[in-house]
């Protein structure tokens, strides 16, 4: 058992480690109004990808409070947020929650099965941090705060 757990965590600790510093995975998704979105033309500003589900109760609680307040607050200055919805592919359900979440402005794409292997996406919440280069430079997993989101995201602005 302990073996198990072990290796469990090696394979976790790899699988988000090995992405930092590699070209996000090109996506060419459908957000929740039927826009098509293109990784390639978010180019030039600091992105944050946060993978969740409508159902996750810690993404209900870390969206309108940690994603939306660093997305107000750094919106003007090359700063994007997208949402990346896990669990449907309802236009209607994710426009739900986002009145319900009192989300503003921020799209919620549909994460396709492709996209989630190729981000190695494994829970919700799940963030990453993209440069200017389209380059992930860090991977949050869980909920984090505004605080430590800002500071990260500054790094980056620069």
Known sequence: ???KLIIFFILLFTAFT?????????????????????????????????????TCTVCKKYIPYDVQYVYDKYKDKGFRV??????TVDPEKVKRMKRELGIRE???????EEILRKYRVLGSPTSYLLDKELTIKRIFLGRHSYKVLSEWIERFLK
């Open 1 to 3: 058992m302990k073996r």
């Open 82 to 87: 997208l949402i990346m919805v896990m669990d």
């Open 106 to 112: 921020i799209p919620c794409l549909f994460a396709t």
């Open 18 to 54: 090995y992405g930092k510093g590699l070209k996000a995975p090109y996506f060419e998704l459908k957000d929740e109004e039927g826009n098509t979105v293109k990784l390639s033309d978010l180019k030039g500003y600091i992105i944050l990808l946060v993978f969740c589900k409508t």
